[in-house]
């Protein structure tokens, strides 16, 4: 393929804006989600009522990239307004008959296809971690409020976070480091660590997913970490409290439009929109008890443990026509599924670090989700480079 041949849709538009001469990021070059402003860009958070618009300052996360060194290298394709988990527009450079995942399919796209090194999304309920996953890339959610969504077109207030995708965790922790303004701690000794594995105690887990998860287990086991099997129940009344708070949220900021603005949204939007429009307060203050109740339980849950690990889907990423999925034993929506075990990192607030699984043999290679304490992106990084060296197939 051609070096300048987008033939994967991964771009609104691409134009190069060079980086700091010197910095920890020098020689890296990125793209940047189309709902995340960057001066004189498009910035149409995939809305065809705002086709026209163009960024008039530069969001202080891609600023900070800028100044690190890395050069800005387009705008990219999402799901209009982040409602949704597919990119539909976008291809999947490495699985052409899956989806790419979404709301931040095009930042992913772009570094499967090799168009960077890296690139910005958001995520509001796992929308870089499920395209990182989606296309065998590694993916950060910082801490909620460790990175500022000042000139982040928003989904959810509360739940919006910017985050990273990267062709590997060495970009992805350079990256990473710089974005959350942190220094990187110096490579001490590897140590065991204490590490939680999900049990699937619902069956909600596809069963080749399961079973690498289990040999990963296995694996880090015999490498020396201490091995905890975590039960995290209420997963599907979790995702429904995500759902309802990401709903309100977005009722709330598309408030002010217009009925024929309205209806030039994406159509997900404005599906979306209409559910929003039915809640019911009740309903909605329910949700936000559900979500607290939640964080305290898992806060609690991670006490014992350094990192929490769990798939980044329940299944294998879907065919690119799918519009409902098996989960369990139930067929439900796309978004449902897709989100299920993502969404909870959005609600705590915790970091996460995706990254395949080394010992999945999928294509795309199964995606993994390591979380960590409140405030602890920095090491995080760290430890997610002794799992990846400790389960890799040393031959």
């Keep these: 393929m051609p070096p300048n041949e987008d033939r994967f849709n991964a771009f609104v538009e691409r134009n190069r804006i060079n980086g700091a001469d010197t910095g920890p990021l020098s020689g890296l070059t990125f793209a940047v989600k189309d709902n995340v402003a960057v001066d004189g860009q498009a910035f149409t958070a995939g809305h065809p009522l705002l086709a026209e ?3 008039t300052a530069t969001a ?6 800028l100044k690190a060194g890395a050069g800005f290298v387009g705008m990219t394709q999402t799901d209009a307004g982040g409602f949704g988990a597919s990119t539909p527009q976008t291809s999947n450079p490495i699985a052409p008959d899956l989806i790419v995942g979404g709301s931040s399919g095009g930042s992913a796209a772009a570094v499967a296809a090799g168009f960077c090194d890296f690139a910005v999304g958001t995520d509001t309920g796992g929308s870089v971690r499920m395209p990182a996953a989606c296309t065998g890339l590694t993916s950060f959610k910082p801490t909620y409020g460790r990175v500022s969504n000042d000139g982040v077109w928003p989904l959810s207030t509360q739940l919006d976070h910017v985050g990273l995708i990267a062709r590997d965790l060495d970009i992805l922790a350079r990256a990473g480091t710089a974005l959350i303004d942190g220094t990187a701690p110096p490579a001490g000794e ?20 399961s079973e690498e998860l289990d040999a990963l287990s296995e694996r880090l086991e015999a ?31 598309y408030a002010d439009l217009t009925d024929d603005e309205r209806g030039r949204l994406g159509k997900a939007a404005v599906a ?7 809640l019911s307060v009740e309903a909605v203050d329910a949700a936000w008890q559900w979500s607290r109740a939640a964080s305290d339980r898992m806060q609690t849950t991670l006490d014992p443990v ?15 026509e799918a519009r409902r999925v098996l989960l369990g034993r139930a067929e439900v929506p796309l978004v449902v599924a897709m989100t299920l075990l ?22 795309p290679r199964t995606g993994l989700q390591i979380m960590a304490g409140l405030g602890e992106d920095e090491i995080l990084f760290g430890h997610a480079a ?9 031959y």
């Design 53 to 55: 618009r163009r960024a």
């Design 190 to 209: 590897r140590e065991n660590l204490r590490i939680g594995i999900e049990a699937d105690r619902a069956g909600l887990f596809e069963p080749a997913i």
């Design 306 to 320: 350094d990192l929490l690990i769990s798939p980044v889907l329940p299944i294998a990423p879907p065919h690119i």
């Design 342 to 363: 993502t969404c909870l990192g959005n609600l705590i607030g915790n970091p996460v670090v995706g990254l395949p699984n080394p010992l999945s043999s999928a294509v």
């Design 223 to 253: 490498a020396g970490h201490t091995i905890t099997r975590i039960a995290i129940p209420g997963r599907e009344q979790i995702a429904e409290a995500h759902g309802v708070i990401v709903l309100s949220e977005a009722g709330s900021i």
């Design 60 to 65: 202080p996360c891609v600023d900070i990239l």
């Design 386 to 394: 002794w799992i990846e060296c400790d389960t890799e197939d040393p």
């Design 272 to 278: 979306g929109l209409r559910h929003a429009e039915n």
